[in-house]
């Protein structure tokens, strides 16, 4: 049995830099991946999405050149170039982060399936098919999640697709069925769209997008309708059938049954944490009821020596906020920091095209907090940028303290949303109140200047 300094399970976009910091600070590390080294962002996640995200929005420019004075007689989507585009910069990707995790002293690649034996030794069940025990002083679970797979009648007896293999696809759907209208949901189904798929869209819940302010959630839902992408809300589903290639989910909407036919379904329904194979009940490591494992402000679990970071541990789950998690803990341990998860802001970008960026308070949980505020909203088509470049849908919108000035919250609905966000974000960071943005010199014509119109409007109220 070979004892470590540490050990990491999972290479993800926080796993991976951190078996390095650990590494470069002393300690004999091992990497466990089960896989692929890059974890979900960049094999399943935010690199092939966004990739293929790109291929949609410039079809989605070509059909509607003529607006700018471009005829393009005749776009067409070659859907095999689109996925060896995809595949081809998903490797140089993964295969930049092992050979970065190989270059680095002290740092052991173990591929294969992790299990914990006690708390502090792990038995790994090699790709090989042989297996190996090991043990460590300090442990980082970093094993991140997979799609869920609802218990849907019919479900299991259909090839169904998920966010990772509707990416695999040899061929461009016909008609593609979402069960789920969530974020990755939207980003798929708006891709399909343009690259020529019907697509129709099954929402459980009674409001589209019911976490976002329904102002917000309006205007994405009329974006998308605008393309032709059918969104159903209220939709409850009894069971899947599949006949002469064809599926058809039987569902209820609105307390109708409907029956609704095409030639593939994405099951889009969230995700599930990666801790059912990690035998934690060998160990004292709590988790909640759906499988997160439970972790204080600095990440660490009930168990001393042993942390978790990542989309594991519930919460946010997002690439960055995993991130920030090594960050975190990196920085407690050798920095001798006193950094928690505690009030950190946490960002997120919505790739439909134009984008969704969000930072801090909505103005519905700012209510709820029954807080003394004011809100501003500025739509795109009245920003200069916006009108020169004929992408005048959406609005950005904040939310601030009507004492302090202090900037609470931002959505910004618009091309480059995710970016303009930033900047608001940046401010929050730095105490920037709204007024010194109303002021401030941006060069124009950016879409940056529109927050000196977007917190003009607010002096006004």
Request: net charge negative; proline share 2%; charged share 25%.
């Amino acid at each position: 049995m070979k004892h470590y300094d540490a050990i990491v399970i999972g290479s993800g976009q926080g796993g991976t830099p951190l078996a390095k910091k650990l590494a470069k600070q002393g300690l004999k590390t091992a990497i466990i991946e089960r896989r692929f080294i890059g974890g979900t962002c960049i094999n399943d996640g935010c690199t092939p999405t966004k990739t293929m995200v790109a291929s949609a929005r410039m079809m989605h420019l070509a059909k509607n050149s003529k607006e700018l004075g471009v005829d393009i007689e005749e776009a067409k989507i070659n859907f095999k170039k689109v996925i060896e585009r995809k595949n081809k910069i998903v490797h140089e990707f993964r295969n930049g982060s092992e050979e970065g995790l190989r270059k680095t002293e002290n740092v052991d690649i173990i591929f294969g399936d992790a299990s914990f034996v006690s708390n502090k030794e792990i038995k790994v069940f090699l790709n090989s098919e042989a297996e190996i025990n090991i043990t460590a002083d300090k442990i980082f679970i970093n094993t991140g999640g997979r799609p869920t797979i609802p218990k849907i009648e019919g479900l299991d007896s259909i090839k169904y697709l998920t966010s990772t293999t509707v990416m695999e696809l040899d061929e461009l759907p016909e008609h593609l069925i979402i069960i789920g209208a969530g974020y990755i949901s939207l980003e798929f189904g708006q891709m399909f769209r343009r690259f020529g798929s019907k697509v129709t869209m099954l929402e459980h819940s009674e409001r589209f997008l019911s976490r976002e302010d329904e102002d917000v959630a309006d205007e994405i839902k009329k974006f998308l309708e605008d393309e032709e992408i059918e969104i159903f809300t209220n939709c409850t589903i009894k069971k899947i059938e599949s006949e002469n290639k064809k599926i058809s989910v039987i569902t209820t909407i609105n307390n109708e049954e409907k029956k609704i036919s095409g030639s593939y379904l994405l099951v889009a329904t969230g995700r599930t944490p990666n801790t059912d194979t990690l035998n934690l009940f060998n160990t004292g490591i709590k988790t909640e009821e759906h499988g997160h494992i439970i972790v204080n402000e600095k990440l660490e679990t009930n168990v001393e020596g042993v942390y978790a970071l990542g989309d594991v541990k519930g919460g946010p789950e997002f690439t960055h906020i995993s991130y920030n998690d090594y960050i975190i803990i990196y920085n407690n341990l050798f920095k001798d920091e006193n950094e928690s998860t505690k009030n950190r802001l946490v960002p997120y970008t919505m790739f439909t095209d134009p984008q969704l960026g969000r930072i801090g308070l909505s103005e519905t949980e700012a209510q709820k907090k029954n807080l003394n505020i004011k809100v501003v909203k500025f739509q795109m088509s009245h920003v200069a940028r916006a009108i020169e470049t004929n992408e005048t849908i959406g609005f950005m919108k904040a939310i601030v303290d009507a004492d302090s000035k202090q900037i609470l919250g931002a959505a910004v609905i618009g091309e480059q949303g995710g970016e303009m966000m930033s900047m608001l974000q940046l401010a929050m960071m730095g105490n920037i109140t709204y007024d010194v943005l109303r002021y401030a010199v941006f060069a124009h014509p950016l879409y940056a200047e529109a927050l000196n119109n977007l917190f003009m409007h607010l002096d006004e109220k």
